[in-house]
């Protein structure tokens, strides 16, 4: 009886954690010079900066679109973008641009990257544009 009952214990302990291991994959993590050197020239790929518009105004990476995570812009735009293109995301420091990764996996998107920082990104000679340089 006391076997019994320590491997159904043991069974129902089993079951219990499975879950919470899946679907937990982490978000793909690329350097900025991994970024430049293999995937910069991407034609169909998507370069989002996740910062605020004034972040963005006062400097960004050539033909990045801005979408402001922390005002919930990303989260409603993100839902009109096409789950089969890749996308590359970035922010300040790589916190947001991980976070907003994280929440295009959970809603399907399969080809996210969250690149870092955009002083990186700036830092390994990529393009970079402000607002001043705008048309």
Sequence with gaps: ???????????????????????????????ATEYKDQHANEKKAVLVDVRTPQEYAAGHVTNAKNSDFLSGQFATEMKGWDKNKTYYL?????????????????AGFKKV????????LKNTGLPTADSTQQK
């Design 1 to 31: 009886m006391k076997t019994v009952f320590a491997a159904v214990a043991v069974i129902t302990l089993m079951s219990c954690s499975a879950p919470q291991q899946q679907g937990t994959a982490e978000v793909k993590r690329l350097s």
């Design 113 to 120: 990257y969250n690149i870092g920082g955009f002083k990186d």
């Design 90 to 106: 970035y922010c300040a420091s790589g916190n947001r641009s991980g976070k907003a990764a994280k929440l295009m996996q959970e």
